[in-house]
């Protein structure tokens, strides 16, 4: 899960250097390699890129980023209460 916290880190301090070819990596491993998917981080990264985008001013690029997780793994959203 550091590596989701990092990530976020990284996109809202210097998003502007975060290429098109990293952000892909990054919803790449969260989303999983074919069949080998983890459920556990899904649902992190979707905690935590959800609270992300609810902070004024966000980046674009963790707004493209959070926008596919959200969208993607809201189910783990409405699961835990929080409603997207």
Known sequence: MWYIDIVVRLISSSGEYVTEDIWYRIVQIITGF??????????????????????????????????????EYSQFLVESGKEP
Do not use: C
């Open 34 to 71: 074919g069949k080998d998917s983890n459920t556990q981080l899904q649902k992190y990264a979707a905690q935590k890129f959800y609270n992300s985008l609810n902070i004024p001013h966000s980046h674009e690029t963790l707004v493209m980023i959070g926008s596919y997780i959200v969208s």
